[in-house]
């Protein structure tokens, strides 16, 4: 498969530990925030989203933080498993018809 | 999986030459965006269809065009190929309003040579 991100901030994590992937976001009147997932050759994939009301907000093994402080999301990955190695992108959205903004992304290596 | 598909997954032109994309947005979702991702990099804007009606549009020259059709699938064409427009082509569908997931296809990646 094609490679996502060739100079991309990266990760490595051992299997089994939990992994936190940090995004700073740039507009303070973005309201809504997504964390997306794409694995090389493939579109991003959906993982977990947040609205700005909120400040944590959990699913199934991740964790999203949110930090309108700062401008500062991160994603929290528990048990980490050598399928969750992919490239992972924060999203911001300033509502209404605007576009999904979207991070430099990390690259999340997981060894196994 | 997600709903949404793109064709085709893989192209190769020609420098010069015109391209056209497809996509077929997940049921029940109106609204198509199309974003351009260069190897390394995020994802970025190209532009957002609603309704048939293009509705937003990024930093990208009028040679990137596109359309939607009554059953809400979309077509982005590029005219006068550039080698700079080697990238992977996501489309995405989602609802209009606030807060609404968007879900991602495949792909299709464009070589220019």
């Known amino acids: 498969g094609e490679s996502v991100g060739l100079h991309l901030p990266t990760l490595s994590v051992q299997e089994g530990d939990n992994s936190i992937i940090n995004c700073a976001y740039s507009?303070?009147?973005?309201?809504?925030f997504i964390w997306y997932k794409q694995e090389s050759g493939k579109g991003p994939q959906f993982i977990i989203d947040i609205r700005s009301n909120m400040d944590k907000r959990q699913g199934q093994r991740v964790t999203v933080l949110l930090n309108k402080t700062v401008k500062h999301l991160s994603l929290q990955i528990a048990a980490t498993q050598p399928g969750d190695s992919a490239v992972y992108f924060c999203?911001?959205?300033?509502?209404?018809?605007?576009?999904?903004?979207f991070g430099k992304g990390t690259r999340l290596s997981v060894i196994a | 999986e997600t709903g949404v598909t793109q064709s085709p997954t893989h192209l190769i032109k020609t420098r010069g030459q015109q391209v056209t994309l497809r996509c077929s947005s997940q049921s029940g979702h109106n609204t198509v965006s199309w974003y351009q991702q260069a190897l390394g990099q995020g994802p970025q804007f190209i532009f957002q269809y609603y309704r048939e009606e293009e509705n937003g549009r990024g930093n990208f020259p009028p040679r990137f065009s596109g359309l939607q059709f009554p059953n809400y699938s979309s077509e982005l064409n590029v005219n006068a190929l550039e080698l700079d427009d080697s990238a992977l082509y996501l489309c995405a569908s989602s609802t209009t309003g606030f807060y609404t997931e968007a879900f991602f296809g495949q792909g299709t990646r464009l070589t220019v040579v």
């Open positions: 507009n303070s009147a973005s309201d809504y």
């Open positions: 999203a911001e959205f300033a509502s209404g018809n605007t576009p999904l903004v």
